[in-house]
């Protein structure tokens, strides 16, 4: 992939109207956006109908919808992504389980790469979404870590980056965030 600060350029230009810029970029992220779908899906039960690139390519779809979009940097472009790929995982979660539709039973994914953030390996997608959502009320900084290192994969340094504070307050608020997360899961 191209050096952070290219796909900053890139992103910037994009932000002001350039629709050139889009072009270049959608190629340089396009495999970081495919392996977060990846990951997010291979949490996924495993008769998901949703694919890695069918997430993306609706996550691309909302993400050049964006008007006048004020993009920062790359962390701050996957951070919206993972916004994006929640919302759309949620949705999907949500039809998969109506009852018109005929669903049934927990949706369940891993979240075991997010330092366990809960003693069993999965956790429900719409649990965890309303986990999140009444974390929000309570914090929504703290929220906001979780989504960006669940959702979108994101390192403490990116974090931080992408919300402008320090690296200890990231991680103070991710061991808090995900204590609290924990004991709402079990």
């Known amino acids: 992939m ?3 600060e290219g796909i900053t350029r890139l992103l910037v230009d994009w932000g002001k109207g350039d629709q050139a810029a889009l072009e270049k970029l959608m190629p340089l992220v396009y495999s970081e956006l495919r392996r977060l779908a990846s990951n997010y899906l291979r949490r996924e039960r495993a008769e998901h109908t949703l694919q890695p690139t069918a997430l993306v390519n609706e996550a691309y779809l ?4 964006q008007r006048d979009a004020k993009w920062q940097n790359r962390a701050h472009f996957f951070g919206i992504s993972a916004q994006l790929m929640r919302r759309i995982l949620v949705d999907h979660a949500r039809q ?3 009852v018109k539709r005929g669903g049934s039973g927990q949706q369940r994914i891993s979240i075991t790469s997010v330092e ?4 069993q390996p999965e956790v429900d997608l719409l649990a965890l979404n309303e986990a999140l959502d009444e974390l929000t009320k309570m ?5 906001r870590i979780v989504e960006l290192k669940f959702f979108g994969g994101l390192s ?5 980056e ?9 991680e103070r ?3 808090m965030a995900r204590a609290w997360l924990r004991r709402q899961l079990e």
């Open 2 to 4: 191209q050096s952070s």
């Open 62 to 65: 909302k993400l050049v919808d």
């Open 96 to 98: 998969h389980q109506a």
């Open 116 to 119: 366990k953030l809960a003693k």
């Open 139 to 143: 914090d929504p900084q703290q929220s």
């Open 156 to 160: 403490i340094d990116e974090i931080a």
């Open 162 to 170: 992408v919300l402008g504070i320090g690296h200890a307050t990231v």
């Open 173 to 175: 608020d991710w061991k």
